[in-house]
């Protein structure tokens, strides 16, 4: 394992940043209504204010429920560690550490569930069982673009070829995402980054895949699962939400914005912008597509293991 | 080029997947064309060297038949026909995808076990061609309606071409034309014969023609 | 001169569409199946020239083939004056389920049935692998039609059956026909042609694997329009739907192009040194078809049906006659001469039954040989033939099978062969022996139409309707005594051309 101790300033950015994500995809859809919109900076304010109130605990819930918001917004932090913001390398960096991401987004997925199966409604149990039910399919997505990309470059001749590529770091395998992978393997990254945009809107319960606006409880996922915390509780959920949008959205820009000069300031700016070019993207989605039907959820993700499927196939192919 | 080619061939694939997995008629036909085309499209970039005059105008004329002809014939029977989805497929969508995504690895695994003569531009051609066949197969044995049993045919025939495209490309033009022909008049007489099928029993389900058997 | 053979028929279909009175359409039918039988002669005797740089050639096995499907072809058209005749071109009720339904136009009939007799002709002349894959789809689409000349729904559903089924077993020769080209291209810039020719002299140097792909694609899609079993479940629809007139040509001709497309291959294979990995397959498929035909022959409710069936069970024959070699090879050639004209009589025959008694059913038809005591004697003489009983040709080219079968020491095909053969016997003498004796019964209330009066009768029934199967009748009965030495040279060689004999 390596510190790396220049792009720790990346953790204070994501920090002071990620909320400003949600304010820009508000904003963006507000735009396509031709609503004035929101601030940019709601987010903030609806943090500062759930974390004046105080939360309300329902007697059915044990020490789980209250637990769960903080090991979310803990993971969270933990898996910023370990995402790199394009070419320059995240903090900390060891072979494998993409699976050790997975697990953390694994981690506060789970903390998620278990804190709304705790209050014993039958709505967030709901809510409950389809977020695992589609993190089912979404995870294996995201490790096989990440996989895909951490091939290129590399000669599918030795045997320990595979083992070699797949525990490259995730930083290593960024680092070579250059502008020359993407004129020889494009069709493998683009593929790998459509493959992750899915997961990205799975993730973090956009539109086609969940409604974040919405407050129907027969067709939410997300949301119905967070309906009973309050107060801070709220607020540390709200925040790990935008943490996670922004570690989905770095992971995007990277592939997209092959910007490898080797100059911090450059390079961290470019992605930066990139990630706020996203929040745009994920707007215009937002404005211009309706959710999906429950049932049609699954078909997208296995798209998105189709392509990251064929990602692989095509870079072994080489 | 090459990353043409790549490009051109996911595409393909996604096609054969999107077949697969969409219910809407019309869709599925659509679907279809676009293969169509994409595959008219495929010779002029494989190609080594200066595209010869030969390729040109076959690649024009499988653009225009697969691409347009057919999609048109094909949209014709089915707004005379009261169907527009595929309802309860004998395999469901869902369970089509997933066999899909094992067909292109069987595709990938019979595509490597081919010893080629010639060297390919693109390792991928072979396995595509193979897997195109096979989703054509797969479309025509699941599937109740006799438009997608149409699409089905239409689909093993891109595969089988896209086969001999890439491999036995040294066919004489009239053979091409002949099989191009060939296929153009089976669509259509398939087309009069849906067209027949729905004037007669008023639906276009080919399961329920059962009349005859023993 | 081969050029003529095809584009005679071919353009006088076109004609056809174009020619209002019905009697000059007839006659222009009549004309050019002779015309094209006089051709075919003419080529028996003296072989023509090369076409298309050798593209359209006649060698032993075409010249064959062509002549099975020439003179079919020109009783079958007399039969069909008959029979067009005789049809009632207004709305009718069906018999079987009493809707009402229409013929299609007799133009398009006419025009359709040159283009088939076309499109046969091409399969046998034709050389290149491209081509024949051409001509074999062509006959599917020009015979489709046909089978959907009366326009009710069995029909239909036959005619979907037969398009969707052969043209997806056909897709699948055409890969076939690319991984031949595979096996063909020796080099980047090295192809041998497609010509059968050319593919048997630079047969060493193939690429096995390729060409034993090849053969299977090949085999099983041209095996499809052929009728093997398992592929078979189109043709007893075709056949039994489609009028006797067309079932005929489809038993008696069509099979044998696809038949000759499947030698082609096997020619090659021979000459790659491959052979017995054909025959190997050709065998199982063989015995595997007379399996099928036996078991839904026996009790078999549609007498159509049946001869459909009994042609499952003689491409089974023809197949496993190829499969074994030797001198089975020449059995099989002959079987497919006695094949065709046999199964084109009973075809012919059904038809007579069927429009006197307005039912296909083989319970409720009886006195066949009261009611048509023509048809009745030719419809027991032509199952005599097919089963394989002397003095008809069939027991000739089946016993050279046997033989061979005996020869070669494969004891358990030869036993399985016989064992089919009799079971097939019992399950179609007990049908036709009941559909032929005892008092008339299963006739339609209202008396028969009479035949058209303006005709000839013979024993009551109008002479287009029993001569054509009684000169088939006479065909058969000839070869099964004597071989002509012409017939027999192209027999011979023709069983040569694929390591047989």
């Known amino acids: 394992m390596t510190m790396n101790m220049t792009s720790l300033l990346h953790i204070p950015t994501a920090f002071i940043l990620a909320p400003l994500l949600l304010g820009i995809i508000n904003r963006t859809k507000a735009f396509f209504a031709g609503r004035k919109g929101q601030p940019l900076l709601q987010a903030y304010y609806d943090i500062a204010k759930l974390l004046q109130k105080s939360a309300v605990y329902s007697r059915t819930t044990s020490w789980v429920f209250r637990a769960g918001p903080v090991a979310s917004l803990a993971a969270v932090t933990t898996a910023l560690l370990v995402v790199p913001v394009g070419g320059s390398a995240a903090p900390f960096h060891f072979s494998g550490d993409l699976i050790f991401l997975a697990y953390l987004l694994g981690v506060v997925r789970f903390f998620t569930v278990i804190a709304a199966l705790d209050t014993g409604s039958p709505f967030e149990g709901m809510g409950a069982s389809r977020e695992v039910q589609f993190s089912v399919l979404a995870e294996p997505a995201l490790l096989l673009s990440l996989a895909a990309m951490s091939l290129i470059g590399k000669i599918p001749a030795a045997d320990s070829m595979l083992f070699q590529g797949f525990f490259a770091s995730l930083s290593e395998i960024y680092a070579r995402l250059t502008l020359a992978a993407w004129s020889h393997s494009g069709t493998v990254l683009l593929l790998a980054a459509s493959a992750i945009m899915i997961v990205l809107l799975t993730e973090n319960s956009r539109i086609p895949v969940d409604d974040p606006n919405t407050h129907l409880e027969l067709t939410m996922i997300h949301e119905v699962m967070v309906l009973d915390h309050s107060g801070p509780d709220f607020a540390m959920i709200l925040y790990a939400a935008a943490l996670k949008l922004w570690i989905f959205c770095a992971l995007l820009a990277g592939v997209l914005m092959p910007v490898r000069s080797g100059n911090f300031l450059l390079d961290t700016t470019t992605i930066i912008a990139g990630i706020f070019m996203i929040a745009i993207g994920i707007g215009v989605i937002e404005s211009i597509m309706a959710r999906l039907r429950l049932l049609r959820i699954p078909q997208l993700l296995s798209g998105a293991g189709v392509f990251a499927l064929l990602a692989i196939v095509l870079v072994l192919k080489k | ?214 | 001169m081969i050029l003529t053979l095809i584009l005679l028929p071919v353009v006088a279909a076109i004609a056809m569409l174009g020619i209002r009175p019905a009697a000059v359409r007839r006659c222009l039918l009549i004309v050019v199946a002779a015309a094209h039988a006089i051709l075919t002669a003419c080529a028996w005797v003296n072989l023509p020239a090369p076409a298309l740089d050798g593209w359209l050639l006649l060698d032993a096995p075409g010249l064959l083939f062509l002549g099975i499907t020439s003179a079919l072809f020109l009783v079958v058209s007399l039969y069909a004056l008959g029979y067009l005749s005789r049809e009632d071109w207004g709305k009718r009720q069906d018999f079987e389920e009493g809707f009402l339904f229409t013929n299609s136009r007799e133009s398009v009939f006419l025009c359709c049935l040159l283009l088939f007799l076309g499109m046969m002709t091409l399969v046998t002349v034709s050389q290149h692998f491209g081509l024949i894959w051409v001509a074999v789809e062509a006959t599917t689409l020009t015979s489709a039609p046909l089978i959907y000349f009366h326009r009710h729904r069995r029909s239909l559903e036959a005619t979907w059956k037969y398009i969707m089924i052969c043209s997806v077993g056909i897709a699948l020769a055409l890969l076939g026909n690319f991984f031949l080209a595979v096996a063909s291209t020796l080099s980047e810039n090295n192809h041998v042609p497609m010509l059968v020719s050319n593919l048997i002299q630079s047969a060493p140097q193939l690429h096995i694997l390729w060409l034993k792909a090849a053969f299977l694609f090949l085999l099983v899609g041209y095996g499809t329009k052929l009728g093997l079993a398992p592929m078979h479940t189109w043709l007893p629809d075709a056949h039994s739907e489609s009028p006797s007139v067309i079932s005929a040509l489809l038993s008696g001709a069509l099979l044998n192009c696809a038949f000759l497309a499947i030698l082609r291959v096997q020619q090659v294979c021979v000459a790659a040194g491959q052979g017995a990995f054909g025959q190997d397959l050709m065998v199982g498929f063989g015995l595997f078809s007379m399996l099928i035909a036996a078991a839904f022959i026996l009790r078999q409710a549609d007498f159509k049906r049946m001869l459909a069936y009994s042609s499952v069970e003689h491409v089974g024959i023809l197949s496993l006659g190829v499969g074994i070699g030797a001198g089975a090879g020449y059995g099989a050639m002959l079987h497919a001469v006695n094949h065709s004209f046999t199964k084109g009589m009973l075809f012919l025959v059904a038809g007579n039954i069927l429009a006197a008694y307005h039912n296909k059913s083989t319970r409720d038809i009886k006195g066949v040989l009261t009611v048509l005591p023509i048809s009745g004697i030719l419809w027991v003489a032509g199952f005599l033939a097919i089963i394989g009983s002397p003095p008809f040709g069939i027991f000739l080219s089946e016993l050279t099978i046997l033989k061979a079968a005996l020869d070669q020491g494969q004891f358990v095909v030869a036993i399985c062969y016989l064992l089919l053969l009799s079971i097939i016997f019992i399950g179609m003498a007990t049908i036709v022996f009941q559909m032929s004796q005892g008092r008339p019964a299963g006739l339609p209330a209202e008396a028969a139409t009479n035949p058209d009066s303006s005709s000839f009768l013979i024993g009551g029934e109008s002479a287009l309707a029993v001569i054509p199967p009684m000169i088939l009748c006479a065909v058969i009965l000839i070869l099964g005594v004597y071989i002509p030495l012409p017939l027999q040279h192209v027999l011979k060689q023709a069983a040569v051309t694929i390591g047989a004999y």
């Open chain 2, 1 to 214: 080029m090459e990353l043409w080619i790549d490009i051109l061939i996911v595409l393909l694939i996604l096609t054969n997947l999107k077949l697969m997995g969409s219910s809407r008629l019309s869709a599925c036909i659509r679907v279809v064309a676009l293969q169509g085309i994409l595959l008219g499209i495929l010779p002029l970039i494989a190609g080594h060297g200066q595209i010869p005059f030969r390729v040109m105008l076959l690649s024009a004329i499988t653009i225009a038949v697969k691409g347009m002809v057919f999609p048109w014939l094909l949209l014709r029977a089915l707004r005379t026909s009261n169907a527009r989805r595929e309802m309860e497929p004998f395999i469901g969508y869902s369970t089509s995808m997933l066999l899909s995504v094992g067909l292109i690895g069987l595709a990938i695994w019979m595509g490597g076990r081919l010893p080629l003569p010639v060297p390919l531009k693109s390792p991928l051609v072979v396995p595509l061609a193979l897997f195109t066949i096979m989703t054509g197969l797969l479309a025509i044995i699941s599937r109740r309606k006799a438009i997608t049993q149409v699409l089905g045919y239409l689909v093993m025939e891109n595969g089988i071409y896209a086969f001999g495209l890439t491999l036995a490309q040294k066919e004489p033009m009239l053979i091409e034309l002949g099989t191009l022909l060939d296929v153009f008049m089976a669509v259509f007489v398939m087309g009069i014969t849906i067209f027949h099928i729905n004037r007669e029993f008023d639906h276009i389900d080919t399961d329920l023609l059962t009349t005859l058997r023993d």
